[in-house]
């Protein structure tokens, strides 16, 4: 079975400051990899994934990933954070023959202070 | 826009009546999702739709039931409703072909149990 770690349930950053948010997985069979963030009485909306080729991937917003599989993670970074960027984002694990179920870490709330 | 339809977006229901929440998509994909999220927690998978095919989470208590009708519809059906089962409720569908890796939540549907 899959499962996924997020460090931290909630970071807090200014604004213009360095986004990083922690992500751990653990797999036996290759994994593929999410990000989704979630507005406030909103559904999740897909930043980035990870599926196979090139480790370091590019999402929407300005966020972006890397696989690292010696370290079995997926941390989400972005440059400089904005205003909107605060909400609740979530990791995911889903592997093939599973119907790729998703299964989520516990979330990390950004907050983003002026 | 193809898109993810949830109705209604908010729902009140009384302890112990029989709720119907409604999933509809116009991606034509053959799988679809249907998720629990609690607050502040992660969106947990009750069950799913390979096509017409039914499967269910082990830990998926029977009072949740649910019907595919066809490949744009789906309903979440809850028998008798408790005070624990207020939450928000996410549809989510993944086509098949190709690399189809990532689900497409709708926005949810907030369930409040008086």
């Known amino acids: 079975a899959q499962s996924v770690t997020q460090l931290g349930s909630h970071v807090s950053v200014s604004e213009g400051a360095l986004v990083l948010l922690r992500c751990n997985y653990s797999?036996?069979?290759?994994?593929?990899l999410f990000w989704y963030v979630q507005y406030p009485n909103q559904g999740l909306q897909l930043l980035l994934k990870?599926?196979?080729?090139?480790?370091l991937v590019k999402g929407i917003n300005g966020f972006e990933a890397e696989f690292k599989k010696s370290e079995t993670s997926f941390h989400l970074t972005k440059p400089s954070a904005h205003m909107s960027d605060a909400a609740e984002y979530f990791c995911?694990?889903?592997?093939?023959?599973?119907?790729?179920?998703?299964?989520f870490g516990k979330g990390t709330l950004l907050t983003v202070n002026p | 826009d193809a898109m993810v339809i949830q109705n209604p977006r908010y729902q009140v229901t009384q302890f112990g009546k029989p709720v119907t929440l409604s999933c509809s998509q116009t991606l034509n994909h053959n799988v679809m999702y249907w998720y629990q999220q609690k607050s502040s927690q992660a969106p947990k998978l009750l069950f799913h739709y390979y096509d017409k095919d039914f499967n269910n989470e082990a830990d998926t208590p029977d009072n949740f039931q649910s019907r595919r009708p066809n490949t744009s519809f789906c309903f979440l059906d809850i028998r008798s409703p408790g005070l624990g089962d207020a939450a928000m409720y996410l549809c989510a569908t993944r086509g098949s072909g190709g690399a189809s890796y990532e689900q497409y939540f709708g926005p949810g549907t907030r369930l409040t149990v008086t």
């Open positions: 995911a694990v889903s592997v093939l023959g599973s119907n790729y179920k998703l299964t």
């Open positions: 990870y599926t196979t080729g090139a480790t």
């Open positions: 797999s036996s069979v290759p994994p593929y």
